[in-house]
């Protein structure tokens, strides 16, 4: 079974500032997807950003950015130029390439300060 | 174009009674999951449809819990004899995975199910 974990329950941001968000996951398959997903409080999950395993680049969507470390199965996100509207439950989230059924993280409650 | 849609947005109901949460998917999308998303367990996969296929019923967490869909778009996820940590937002979401297929899944805002 995989198993996703994030170890930070709650970070704070200031605005402007940077934050990242830890995240780990354990695997045996090869061919995976990572996903950062965004739930503010009207509960609607929001894709955020998505890193195949295949490639070593790291994902960029504006603000927003990745660390992959294969090796190390690490998956950790970068939020830049932190936004109020930045302000939600971010869940790291892990797929096989087959079905895409999702495993989450238990999510990390960031908040920004203006 | 319209989102994924589930009904009803908030459900309250005793223990014991039996409880039917409705998604409506993309349409065009054929699969669609759907995920529990407990104070005490997290978000978790339930059962996840695929065209005419079988459905993967694995996350399913007791024999209380089944899904169904119909004619490969609606589904409804029955829960019967409801017991108090039932409670919970159901999720659903779909995925298209025609020509180009995709990996995003996009979900529903959720079923807010508490049981008294």
């Known amino acids: 079974a995989q198993t996703v974990t994030q170890s930070q329950p709650e970070m704070s941001v200031q605005e402007a500032e940077t934050v990242t968000l830890s995240c780990t996951y354990d695997?045996?398959?090869?061919?995976?997807?990572l996903f950062w997903y965004k739930q503010p409080p009207s509960r609607q999950m929001i894709l955020v950003i998505r890193?195949?395993?295949?490639?070593?680049q790291n994902a960029t969507e504006n603000r927003f950015s990745v660390n992959f470390q294969k090796a190390a199965k690490s998956f950790s996100l970068k939020i830049s130029d932190s936004q109020l509207g930045d302000a939600a439950m971010y869940f790291c989230?892990?797929?096989?390439?087959?079905?895409?059924?999702?495993?989450f993280g238990a999510g990390t409650t960031v908040t920004v300060r203006a | 174009g319209a989102g994924v849609s589930q009904s009803p947005s908030n459900k309250v109901t005793e223990k014991g009674k039996d409880v039917e949460l409705r998604c409506d998917p993309i349409s065009g999308h054929t699969a669609l999951y759907w995920y529990r998303q407990s104070l005490g367990q997290g978000l978790e996969f339930l059962i996840y449809?695929?065209?005419?296929?079988?459905?993967?019923k694995s996350g399913l967490p007791s024999d209380r819990f089944s899904a169904e869909r119909t004619g490969g778009s609606v589904s409804t996820l029955t829960i019967q004899r409801t017991q108090q940590e039932d409670s919970a937002v159901y999720l659903c979401a779909s995925r298209f995975t025609g020509v180009d297929a995709s990996y995003e899944q996009y979900f529903g805002p959720g079923t807010r199910l508490t049981v008294t």
């Open positions: 890193q195949e395993a295949y490639k070593q």
């Open positions: 695997t045996s398959e090869s061919d995976y997807y």
């Open positions: 449809f695929q065209g005419n296929s079988a459905p993967d």
């Open positions: 989230a892990y797929s096989r390439s087959n079905d895409y059924k999702l495993s």
